[in-house]
């Protein structure tokens, strides 16, 4: 079965920057889209980067410019560089195939940036 462990997150103050990282197995990991997303509290989950499987990335408005994500598929991985970090991007973030499969979320990691 699919497995997507998260990792990388942390307590960091504003304007600071995290990288994530998130192992995958149980796929074909290099013919995937991937992509991060989180969810704050009381909150919907959300969508923040996606990377296909050629490379081409797309973010959301509220990270573009800030975030970056990339893969290594030699290592079936995909991260997240969040750099200017703001309050408001405190949430647990997790990572998925793009578009999502219900069934394979893993324990997310948590994100706290403080003012």
């Known amino acids: 079965q699919v497995q997507l462990v998260e990792s990388g997150g942390g307590l960091v103050q504003a304007g600071g920057s995290l990288r994530l990282s998130c192992a995958a197995s149980g796929l074909i990991f290099s013919l995937k889209d991937m992509g991060w997303y989180r969810q704050a509290p009381g909150k919907q989950r959300e969508v923040v980067a996606v990377i296909s499987s050629g490379g081409r990335t797309n973010y959301a408005d509220s990270v573009k410019g800030r975030f970056t994500i990339s893969r290594d598929n030699a290592k079936n991985t995909v991260y997240l560089q969040m750099n200017s970090l703001k309050t408001e991007d405190t949430s647990v973030y997790y990572c998925?195939?793009?578009?999502?499969?219900?069934?394979?979320w893993g324990q997310g990691t948590q994100v706290t940036v403080s003012s």
């Open positions: 998925n195939a793009a578009p999502y499969k219900a069934d394979d």
